[in-house]
């Protein structure tokens, strides 16, 4: 395809142009620590912090700055191995102290998070984009409580940004939260009988039964809220990469909760 008629940066895609803005950023940050006059109050505050009688070369304390940034960027479960702690991690107490050092850290950090964030941001795009095309106008539409809008808040900007197992999970969050508000105890108890009524009361399973019994949702929605439970289930108790129909949880707690409130099944599929 022809592209001539693209001007300037938009010649290149979105993620390039954000990556070597943040390059030149963490460029010309570089620059302002060996120029700049100010920094060198950064590296006295530091002697003093650590009570140093050997002054620092400005150097040596911004390549500090940038071990602790890595050791904190590391410290994330399978980020990386961040290995045992060294001499400049003894105690990060002296560093928190020190106001400027943890600031020039944040930085370090900052940018290493940017740079993960562009590489996410075009699938981020394709999945809201493909929510939007119904799933997102139905929950607008939806007259639920707060509780209920926060959690499917989560669940779409969770999906969004591929964080699929607590997607999952907040799914059966938000079925439950509204199954219970609309189900009281003396009608699980007309259903299911008293030998449910222990002191953590009836569970999500029996909801959705109840629900089923009473014309809330259908035989097919109850089975499909039925395998968002089961699944979100398995996320959290038995292996948090089972996410593989994430999408489909999210869609479909988009009709369940859309037949619990207006009483319609917007999208009635065999399974």
Aim: charged letters at 30%.
């Amino acid at each position: 395809m022809d592209e001539e008629w693209k001007e300037s940066s938009y010649q290149q895609t979105f993620e390039d142009c954000l990556l070597k803005a943040i390059e030149q950023w963490k460029s010309d940050r570089c620059a302002s620590w060996a120029n700049a006059i100010g920094t060198n109050e950064i590296v006295e505050k530091f002697e003093h912090l650590f009570e140093i009688i050997q002054p620092f070369e400005k150097q040596e304390i911004f390549k500090k700055i940038e071990q602790f940034a890595q050791r904190v960027r590391e410290s994330r479960p399978g980020v990386g191995d961040s290995g045992p702690l060294t001499e400049l991690q003894i105690d990060l107490d002296y560093y928190y102290g020190c106001r400027d050092f943890i600031q020039y850290a944040k930085e370090s950090v900052q940018t290493y998070l940017a740079g993960e964030l562009t590489a996410k941001l075009r699938e981020a795009a394709s999945r809201l984009v493909d929510l939007a095309e119904w799933e997102i106008q139905v929950i607008e539409d939806l007259k639920l409580s707060k509780s209920a809008k926060g959690f499917l808040q989560l669940v779409t900007d969770s999906y969004v940004w591929g964080f699929y197992a607590p997607c999952i999970i907040i799914c059966r969050s938000v079925i439950e939260e509204v199954l219970r508000s609309k189900i009281d105890y003396d009608t699980c108890e007309k259903h299911l009988g008293s030998r449910h009524a222990q002191q953590q009361g009836f569970s999500l399973a029996d909801y959705i039964e109840v629900a089923r019994h009473e014309g809330f949702i259908n035989e097919e929605l109850a089975k499909r809220a039925h395998a968002i439970r089961e699944r979100a289930n398995k996320v959290l108790h038995s292996d948090p990469r089972l996410t593989e129909k994430t999408k489909e949880s999210v869609s479909q707690t988009v009709r369940i909760l859309c037949m619990l409130e207006t009483g319609k099944d917007l999208f009635h599929i065999e399974l």
